[in-house]
């Protein structure tokens, strides 16, 4: 299997929030949130980026800020549909042969390692690639609104295939345990075959829709970043990323 040759990064972004909404248009230092990710995306120079917007008012920001948005059904049950619907209504005739999903409520994301997530996708067999942290605050181990990735990785490697995801402390035992941050890079094949499947019986069971991946024997594969990216989801959250875009 050859490494993507033309992929593309596609942010998925609609204004319903239960705990800040309209969150793609919240101001981050002048500039809607939305933005600031579509600039990180940018400056990962792996290829052109799309948001994905549910409504009129974000494509109205993302242009006004020059970049390109195409507008999606905002009854679509989850981001993974949203970007497979702007691909194919963007690139009918299959030119992109990869995909970046990235989230929208992702503002100071490190440029580098949304290249990363690319970079694991051009493994031999990968159909899909993510991200993941080593969990360094005791409370995270313990916590179910941190995902967990189980993936076998020797001392010292970066990468390797994920075996579950859950929200449960796991693996047991001595050892690391891995923050997985929702950022994931897709062969279009291996997309378009994903939503076409039904709900997976372990994704309805822990809330997780990539366990819908690996029910139906698809290769993830997780590469290590240093840090988890904040996600923005509250007020405060907002005045924190204000603060590192400060910097």
């Known amino acids: 299997m050859s490494a993507p040759q033309n992929p593309i990064v596609i942010i998925p972004a609609r204004m319903a929030s239960s705990r800040l909404p309209g969150k793609p248009l919240a101001a981050i230092n002048g500039l809607p949130m939305i933005v600031h990710v579509m600039r990180r995306a940018e400056e990962a120079g ?7 917007a549910a409504e009129p008012e974000i494509a109205d920001a993302v242009e ?17 549909d949203r970007i497979h619907q ?8 299959g030119v992109h042969d990869a995909v970046v999903n990235l989230q ?5 994301i490190e440029p580098a390692a949304i290249a990363a997530a690319l970079d694991a996708l051009a493994g031999d067999g990968v159909d899909i690639a993510t991200l993941a942290a080593v969990i360094t605050r005791d409370a995270e181990r313990d916590d179910p609104n941190v995902v967990k990735a189980v993936v076998p990785l020797a001392e010292g490697a970066r990468r390797g295939r994920a075996l579950y995801f859950t929200r449960a402390t796991a693996p047991a035992g001595d050892g690391p345990l891995l923050h997985h941050i929702g950022l994931y ?11 076409a499947l039904p709900p997976g019986v372990l994704e309805m069971r822990e809330k997780l829709e990539q366990l819908r991946a690996l029910e139906a024997g698809l290769h993830i594969e997780v590469a290590l970043v240093d840090t988890v990216p904040l996600g923005v989801d509250t007020p405060a959250d907002l005045e924190r990323a204000a603060q590192i875009l400060a910097r």
């Open 86 to 93: 702007a691909l194919v209504r963007f690139d009918p005739k």
């Open 104 to 108: 929208g409520d992702l503002p100071t």
């Open 46 to 52: 792996i290829g052109p980026v799309l948001v994905a």
């Open 64 to 80: 006004t800020a020059g970049g390109a948005a195409i507008l999606t059904d905002p009854d679509l049950p989850s981001g993974s």
């Open 185 to 195: 890079a897709y062969r279009r094949a291996a997309l378009d075959r994903f939503i």
